[in-house]
């Protein structure tokens, strides 16, 4: 069974990055983003019509392209 991708979170749902499947250019704007594997994200919002996401790494708010949510791998986390 495959890892779910960061897009495929709910609002409100947390996860670990797993892996980043992005080409040269996206992969190093990502890092600058401060996503890295091992890395805790949080979903905080989807926009409608397959709209951007809005996401938490840290204390860092990102929005970005589902396309590009979609090449991370994450594993999600439970809720203790």
């Known amino acids: 069974m495959s890892e779910p991708r960061l897009s495929s979170l709910h609002p409100g749902d ?28 949080h979903l905080i919002r989807r926009a409608w019509f397959m709209g951007p996401l809005q996401v938490r790494i840290g204390t860092t708010e990102v929005i970005m392209r589902r396309s590009d ?12």
């Not at 949510?69 to 203790?80: E, L, P, W």
């Open 14 to 41: 947390s996860a670990i990055i797993r892996a980043i499947s992005a080409d040269e250019g996206l992969h190093h704007r990502l890092l600058a983003l401060g996503f890295r594997i091992g890395k805790e994200v």
């Open 69 to 80: 949510a979609d090449k991370i791998r994450v594993s999600r986390q439970t809720i203790q």
